[in-house]
Structure formats: structure tokens, C-alpha cells
């Protein structure tokens, strides 16, 4: 029923009548209902249960209940006839497009990912006409594909969408090649771009830049270097406020790289993507960068190596190290650099082993706010991890573990129980339910508490109890592909903080 084209009612005289409230307070209402209900879910099916109510809550609540569309186009193979509920969507939108009411016009965020990243018929078939919609919804701003696999010519589709302000391909292959004849016309609305590609030709990447680098671009993240490259001479005037680039030990292409920091004075997050570091190898450091360079950085994503020169002189006050950092002790003269300076570091994301090695945090980072500790390619899946009270400061509001294979937790010397992430199984669920109050006695200002993006609890304030986050199985789907990544080049685990 909800994907059907309601009218304004029409009521006859006589009728009763709702009490006379205008519309825009109806979706404040709707809205706060939003924000007062954690679960995405349970949001939606509360949603459309008040559109059945009558024809009038139908129009109001239709931008809220697709506003925000996903899709997995690899859960056709749950066997519950998702495949059909999609093609359902799809044809709904192209039916009712010349429609004043349809739900097309409602979408303002599109995702589509593929949580096996399979390449079967099927899935491709299905992903296609998902594509094919994309132009119907005249009123999209932010486009997400992930772990797709996609034609050349889809190119020329998101050409349509004049309305786009954010586009992110991430982890796709693009196949064939653009079309010789074919001009692209430049998206001018587009201020967030995300591109990591595993494959595409050369005059895909050509056409792409046309397409995507104009002068409204405040956010532009890419460790694909041939890109990159391509595009540097565009965004070097734009006042980008957000940079994610390859970073290589080759001279000249870091150069390029060093010669564009140098000048960039709007930079206030810069992510730095390994592309040719050796594992464990840490004998370099960024040469040739400006003490006066990136004046507004606040925010670093980046290999080890390059903290030395990123983090002192800077208003920096968020660190993610990518990889193995290869200190020894905390007296590695990078991290001692770091801890001279003057820069108060509030978030912190580190692999587990790092986090050992800066035991007790608290004394290294006294203002720091939000964790986050992960698992990294050499650490060992069943050994205990700890949170003793006294390891962390009580300034610290969110903590986040993401441990990509089961582990142990021991919180303090009164909680220990096991995790196992992709299955959800815990052997001890009584004890991990009081996990949260375990880590709230340590830490009086935690109010976020998340275990590898499938469990967690948040609390309004200090005094409220906590309430667990239940996640749909697409959400876990999604988490899950997050958490698959979550150590590879192009900086995930930042990207799932963004409440923080």
C-alpha cells in the first residue's frame, strides 16, 4: 500500500474533521518521533502504521519513509523474495514518475550496495535496474554505490541528476569504456565526492573527473593515484574543506601531493592512504611540507610515518593511524613529537596492539573523548583484551572495539565474556547486558558504547539509563561490509564515527 499515489483529501460536508494543524508541524512531530526512536527500523514501521491513519498522514509521512532508501541487491539470494520487492520498487517509481505524488520525488538519499560483493547474473541484473531508476528520482542529493559492479554508460545516468550533491563509489569495477562522442556535462551542485575503484579504463576516469570536479567540491577523497593525479590541477583553487589522497614513497608523485598541502589553507580533515609502504617498514617521513601548510587541519588519517610532520604546529585534535605503527615503546620519537606538542587530541583510533603499547592512556592523552580500537592484520584473535578503570581518562564519552574475529573482554576484574562478531553468539549474555554499566562506573561521561558495529547502547546523558541500538538485517549487512574493511586503505572506521 505504500508505495501507491495519494491526493490531498477531500473531506464532505459534514464529515469530522482532524483538528486544523498545519502540515509543517505535523512533520515536526513526525520527525522528533525520529530522533526519539533509535532503531531505523522501528522508526519506519511507526511511520507506516500513522500513514494508514488517513490520506493526509499519507502525504506527510511519504518524504520521511523515503527519504532515505537502501538496498542490498545481494539479499535476493535470502530466499524471502527480496529480489521481487526490489523490481517492485524499481517498476513503482517508473510507473508513477509523471505522477505530483509519487514516492520517486520523496528520495533524497539512494544507496546500493552488495554485502557478497558476488558477481552473478542475478545480482547484476538486479543492479541495473536499480541503476535504470536513478534518473526518476528528480529530487536525489546523495548517491552511494558500494561493491558493485557497474557498466560505463552508468555514467551518463548520474549526468541526469542535476539535484546530486554527494556521489560515493566505493570498492566498484567499471566496465567498457565511455562513449567517444559523449561530453559530459559537469554536475555543478556536487560538494562531496568519494571514489575508490578496483577497476575502470582510462577514459572511464577521464570523463569522471568532467563529470565530478567542479567549483562547488568542498569534500573530495580518492586513493586511486592515477585519479588523483588527474584531478589535481582542478580542485588546486577550490576551498576544500575535507582532502582524502594516495600518499606514495615514489618521489615525484608525493611531491605533487607535498606542492598542493603547501598551499592548501582550508583543509580541515586530511586523509592520507598508504599505496606503496611496505608493511612494518616506518624509515620515512614526509618531505618537504610547510610548518606554515594546512593552518586548519584538524582532523589526520594517515600511515605512521607521516603523524611527525602532520600533528605538531597544527590545531589537530583527531589521529587515525593506518596500519602498524611500529612503536616499541612510547618513547619512539614520533609519538614523543606528538605528545610535545601542542596539540589536544580528543579522538584516537588505534589497533589493538598500539593501544597495549600506550598503556595507560590517560596519561598520554588526559582530553581525549572518543576510542576506537581495532583488530589489525597481526593481532591474535583469542587473546584477552583488557580495559582496566585505570587505563583510560574520564573525559572519555565514546568508546568503540571493532575486532574483526571473535576475542575475549575482560572489563575491570568483574566482567569477562566472549564475542563473536559475525554470527552475533555470546557465551555469557548476562554478563556482557552489564558490560555497559561495567564501563560506566570507570568512565562517568561514557554515553556511547559500541562492539564491532553490531552491538550498542547509547544514553542520552550521564544520569539516563542505557538503551541498546537494534539494528534490521540490512543494517547488519551494511555493518558487516564496514567491519570487513575496516583496515584497508581508504579510512572506513572513520567514516562509521560520525556521531561522535
Not at 552489564?434 to 544514553?459: C, H, K, Q, Y
Request: with cysteine.
Amino acid at each position: 500500500m505504500l508505495l501507491h499515489t495519494w491526493h490531498s483529501t477531500e473531506r464532505r460536508e459534514g464529515e469530522k474533521t482532524l483538528v486544523e494543524v498545519p502540515e509543517d508541524i505535523w512533520v515536526q512531530v513526525f520527525e522528533h518521533l525520529g530522533s526519539a526512536t533509535k532503531d531505523r527500523k522501528q522508526y519506519k514501521d511507526e511511520l507506516a502504521s500513522i500513514s494508514l491513519v488517513c490520506r493526509s498522514f499519507c502525504v506527510i509521512c511519504h518524504p520521511l519513509l523515503f527519504r532515505d532508501v537502501k538496498f542490498d541487491v545481494s539479499s535476493i539470494h535470502r530466499g524471502d523474495g527480496d529480489d521481487l520487492r526490489q523490481l517492485s520498487w524499481c517498476q513503482h517509481v517508473i510507473g508513477n514518475m509523471g505522477k505530483p505524488a509519487t514516492v520517486g520525488l520523496s528520495v533524497k538519499s539512494y544507496t546500493l550496495w552488495n554485502s557478497r560483493a558476488s558477481e552473478e547474473p542475478d545480482i547484476r541484473a538486479l543492479m541495473k535496474r536499480h541503476i535504470y531508476v536513478i534518473p526518476f528520482l528528480r529530487n536525489l542529493r546523495d548517491l552511494t554505490l558500494k561493491s558493485l559492479v557497474l557498466d560505463g554508460s552508468f555514467l551518463e545516468t548520474i549526468e541526469a541528476v542535476h539535484t546530486l550533491e554527494s556521489l560515493v563509489i566505493r570498492d566498484c569495477s567499471i566496465l567498457g569504456k565511455a562513449r567517444q562522442s559523449w561530453v559530459p556535462r559537469p554536475l555543478r551542485r556536487l560538494q562531496h565526492l568519494d571514489f575508490v575503484c578496483k577497476h575502470c579504463d582510462p577514459s572511464i576516469r577521464s570523463s569522471f573527473v568532467q563529470l565530478v570536479v567542479v567549483p562547488s567540491l568542498r569534500i573530495f577523497r580518492s586513493c586511486d593515484t592515477e585519479f588523483f593525479e588527474l584531478c589535481l590541477t582542478h580542485i588546486r583553487d577550490l576551498p576544500l574543506v575535507e582532502l582524502g589522497a594516495p600518499i606514495s614513497l615514489e618521489s615525484d608523485s608525493q611531491q605533487l601531493l607535498i606542492a598542493f598541502l603547501n598551499n592548501a589553507l582550508t583543509i580541515g580533515k586530511l586523509h592520507l592512504y598508504p599505496v606503496d609502504v611496505p608493511i612494518g617498514d616506518h624509515s620515512h617521513s614526509v618531505q618537504g611540507l610547510n610548518e606554515q601548510a594546512l593552518p586548519s587541519l584538524s582532523w589526520v588519517l594517515c600511515p605512521p610515518f607521516c603523524l611527525a610532520d602532520l600533528v605538531p604546529n597544527r590545531p589537530v585534535h583527531g589521529i587515525q593511524v593506518v596500519g602498524d605503527v611500529g612503536w616499541q615503546d612510547t618513547s619512539d620519537p614520533v609519538m614523543l613529537r606528538i605528545m610535545e606538542s601542542s596539540a589536544v587530541i580528543r579522538h584516537l583510533c588505534l589497533r589493538r596492539f598500539t593501544y597495549r603499547l600506550l598503556l595507560p592512556l590517560r596519561d598520554k592523552f588526559p582530553h581525549l573523548e572518543t576510542l576506537h580500537i581495532y583488530d589489525g592484520a597481526g593481532d591474535h584473535p583469542a587473546e584477552e583484551f583488557v580495559i582496566a578503570d585505570d587505563d583510560l581518562p574520564s573525559s572519555i564519552r565514546g568508546l568503540s572495539l571493532t575486532l574483526s574475529r571473535h576475542a575475549i573482554f575482560r572489563v575491570s576484574s568483574q566482567i569477562r565474556f566472549r564475542y563473536y562478531p559475525f554470527d552475533g553468539k555470546l557465551l555469557d549474555k548476562d554478563a556482557y547486558a552489564g558490560a555497559s554499566n561495567s564501563f560506566a562506573r570507570a568512565l562517568p561521561n561514557l554515553t556511547i558504547l559500541s562492539v564491532d558495529f553490531m552491538e550498542e547502547w547509547r544514553r542520552p546523558d550521564t544520569t539516563s539509563n542505557w538503551r541498546q541500538t537494534l539494528f534490521s538485517e540490512d543494517e547488519l549487512a551494511h555493518r558487516r561490509t564496514a567491519v570487513d574493511h575496516q583496515y584497508g586503505d581508504c579510512g572506513i572506521i572513520s567514516d562509521m564515527n560520525v556521531s561522535w
